[in-house]
């Protein structure tokens, strides 16, 4: 695409936010060539996003930090987490809703949220061998273990605790 007549207009016009603005809702990744300012204009960036949710990697710092703008690229495309500022990578909210569209953003969650069971019962939902990266503590609750013994089976088995291995309940699934 770095030569199609796209992108050639887009780097043209790359100061001119109408274009931009226009343009980014049928090929998000043009905003690649807009100057910083479109960049960092939110009304552009979420028309992108809304698409795209990979067209927040060219977003300006500042909109990386806004939750709203977060919560629309997630919902699109949940790994467009790892884009976002510190701040929202330890926002509860956001991580909740990346991890239903992908559980694997586990890995780009704050300390305190890979120890917090409610996005990390999401995120095995979603994708049970994630589980490795969640805190040794849910590794060890049995609520967290069998969400991600259901889906995962055996793939997952290693990373929960050697304790629960044993448990019925979690050898039932496991036998299903």
Request: include cysteine; aromatic fraction near 6%.
């Amino acid at each position: 695409m770095a030569d199609s007549p796209e992108v050639i207009e887009a780097r043209e016009k790359t100061n001119d936010r109408a274009y931009f603005l226009e343009n980014v809702k049928k090929i998000p990744s043009l905003i690649e060539w807009a100057n910083d300012e479109i960049r960092a204009d939110k009304e552009v960036i979420m028309s992108a996003i809304t698409v795209d949710g990979g067209a927040l990697e060219f977003a300006s710092d500042e909109l990386k930090d806004d939750k709203e703008v977060l919560l629309t690229a997630v919902k699109q495309a949940g790994w467009t987490c790892c884009y976002a500022s510190d701040r929202l990578k330890a926002d509860k909210d956001v991580l909740i809703e990346a991890c239903k569209n992908d559980g694997q953003v586990l890995y780009f969650a704050s300390q305190e949220l890979r120890d917090d069971k409610d996005v990390v019962l999401e995120a095995v939902k979603n994708k049970p061998i994630i589980l490795k990266y969640a805190s040794s503590r849910l590794r060890s609750d049995k609520d967290v273990a069998v969400a991600a013994i259901t889906k995962g089976k055996n793939k997952v088995i290693e990373y929960i605790a050697p304790n629960l291995r044993d448990d019925e309940e979690i050898k039932k699934i496991l036998e299903e």
